[in-house]
């Protein structure tokens, strides 16, 4: 099992990351954990520094690189900068947003390509690799 800690020598940084991580692991599907850091042009002007949870390699949605989003809540402070890298990299860029259900029903829809529920993440990710 996949820990907080490390991935690949990059710092894993929640719960859900990890368990992103040990499915991708168990499925044999290359990824790498903030690879990279991306200048994002918020809403309200300001920039911000925005880095993917996860980057899958070598696999894509609609001919794009795919992303995993691990949020925590709907409130998670990193969704305005996930909406302002999908408005700005979405033709790159496939965003898939993964945190409770509850929450991901709240989360507005400009910042994700397709959300997964926690509670069906081993499903849906067995589909993906598929």
């Known amino acids: 099992m996949v820990k907080l800690g ?3 020598g990059r710092l ?10 040990e499915i991708l692991n168990d499925l044999g599907v290359a990824h790498a954990h903030t690879p990279r850091h991306f200048e994002v042009h918020l ?4 920039v911000a520094a925005y880095s993917p949870d996860i980057v899958v390699r070598g696999r894509g949605r609609e001919g ?5 989003e691990a949020i925590k809540n709907h409130r998670d402070p990193d969704i305005p900068k996930v909406a302002a890298f999908r408005r700005q990299y979405g033709q790159e860029f496939y965003v898939i947003l993964v945190g409770k259900e509850d929450h991901l029903d709240r989360v507005p829809m400009e910042s994700f390509d397709e959300a997964c529920p926690r509670e ?3 499903v849906y990710l ?4 598929d």
């Open 64 to 68: 794009k690189t795919v992303v995993f």
């Open 43 to 46: 809403e309200d002007g300001k």
């Open 120 to 122: 069906s993440l081993q």
């Open 6 to 8: 490390h991935c690949g």
């Open 12 to 21: 894993i940084r929640s719960e859900l990351e990890a368990e992103i991580c």
């Open 126 to 129: 067995h589909r993906m690799a």
